[in-house]
């Protein structure tokens, strides 16, 4: 059976959610499946998805985090979303400088 392309990323990004966060059971209701049917997908695309988060740094939770992985994770989230708002900050300030009022 040949496989749809875009059917394999939108698969591949809910295994990927499903991996960072490790809760199946939200990532399948927002993608409308069963938990079945998104570990299935997890047992085809798990190597290639962790692979891919290995090459962007992103790391796991496993299915039942500890608190010390769990504020591991805040403190990334929180390290990168820092960066976002300083980046965000940077644009808004260059946009001002190239159109001024």
Excluded: C, F
Excluded at 3 to 11: G, N, P
Excluded at 42 to 47: G, I, N, Q
Excluded at 49 to 64: A, K, N
Excluded at 71 to 86: F, N, R
Aim: glycine share 4%.
């Amino acid at each position: 059976m040949k496989k749809i392309e875009v059917i394999e990323d939108v698969k591949k990004k809910y295994v990927r959610m499903a991996l960072e966060t490790g809760n199946l059971s939200s990532i399948a209701r927002k993608a409308g499946i069963t938990r079945d049917t998104l570990r299935s997908w997890v047992k085809v695309y798990e190597d290639e998805i962790r692979e891919v988060m290995e090459q962007d740094g992103t790391t796991t939770l496993s299915e039942h985090p500890s608190k010390d992985e769990l504020m591991d994770k805040y403190e990334v989230a929180m390290k990168l979303l820092g960066e976002k708002e300083l980046e965000v900050a940077l644009l808004k300030n260059l946009l001002k400088k190239d159109n001024p009022r």
